[in-house]
């Protein structure tokens, strides 16, 4: 199973702040939009798709498709593209999230050729890096920047409720519950706030909020280190702060990378909810695993995000 997870192996927070500018999608497909693609496909469960960016596949369509029984997505980081303007390859951290909780994470490469008028994927070199949790965001960047002849080194990281908070949520809004994901939206809490004027509801209305992920196809999300900040006068709910970077696979065919943060709060039940978020775009719409990293380092409180 493993071997053929190695082989084989947002969406735009509507409800908040977005900073954008247009992107221009006519130039042909780079090497890590095929990478990302590939991955979406994957993760959508189109495998037909997926095999097909493959140059002489070294496994049949069948055993291909078969091997992601126990994956309920996979999250990529990639290094950039080292090589010609025909051939090359990409470094690559995989975090393979499974059915049963666990993650399986890998490291190692990708090659591509230039072929007709496409990249596709010639070969894969990818080892087993940890089976439990995901590593660190230090060892992921350590990784990034070995060579492909470097063999990775175990590396086993932390999980908490925050990070299971961004994951479950994504998952929704990638399998179009948007009704569930929603419910993780926290509601005005009921009151006064310190001023006087009346809670504030950071949501945008369901019909809105469902209607921004029209043009998406599938939504990528990375975190960081959750930044605890605790309750503030008036507002017992608060919790603390997520940095996050969200790429988001258009329907069409391009791509929008967004970093910023959520505020996290809790429900009147203790379980974890998201209060509201503030997002910029990146110049890449493909950011490398190093832009990706070096942006959720970010200190959120910079941000100013209302809460």
């Given amino acids: ?8 192996m947002f969406v735009l927070l509507t409800a908040t702040t977005i900073h954008a500018q247009p992107a221009d999608q006519t130039a042909p497909a780079a090497p890590l939009a095929v990478l990302y693609s590939y991955y979406t496909e994957i993760n959508l469960g189109d495998y037909l798709a997926a095999y097909n960016h493959w140059v002489n596949p070294p496994m049949t369509y069948a055993r291909f498709s078969s091997g992601f029984t126990a994956t309920t997505h996979i999250v990529p980081y990639f290094a950039p593209f080292t090589g010609t303007a025909g051939a090359g390859s990409v470094r690559s951290v995989l975090l393979g999230y499974r059915a049963d909780g666990l993650v399986e994470s890998y490291a190692g490469c990708f090659n591509l050729s230039y072929v007709g008028a496409g990249w596709y994927i010639t070969g894969a070199n990818l080892t087993l890096l940890a089976n439990g949790s995901p590593p660190t965001n230090a060892a992921i960047s350590t990784e990034l920047a ?4 470097a063999n990775p080194a175990p590396a086993l990281g932390t999980y908490d409720a925050a990070d299971q908070l961004v994951v479950n949520y994504f998952d929704l ?4 519950s948007y009704a569930g994901a929603y419910s993780l939206w926290l509601s005005p809490q009921a009151g006064p706030q310190p001023n006087g004027s009346p809670a504030t509801d950071y949501r945008r209305p369901f019909d809105r909020f469902v209607s ?3 043009d998406t196809r599938y939504g990528y ?3 960081g280190d959750y930044q605890f900040m605790g309750a503030a006068a008036g507002k017992p709910y608060l919790q603390g702060m997520l940095p996050m970077v969200l790429v988001g696979d258009r329907w069409d065919g391009g791509f929008r990378a967004f970093y910023g943060c959520w505020v996290i709060g809790t429900f009147t039940n203790g379980a974890l909810g998201i209060v509201n978020g503030r997002f910029y775009q990146f110049i890449s719409d493909t950011p490398s695993g190093a832009d990706i990293l070096s942006r959720v380092n970010i200190d959120c409180t910079t ?3 209302p809460n």
């Fill in 1 to 8: 199973m493993r071997k053929l997870i190695l082989l084989v």
């Fill in 146 to 149: 070995q060579s492909c002849t």
């Fill in 173 to 176: 809004i990638n399998r179009r």
């Fill in 212 to 214: 921004g992920y029209a």
């Fill in 221 to 223: 999300v990375y975190f």
């Fill in 303 to 305: 941000l100013n995000i």
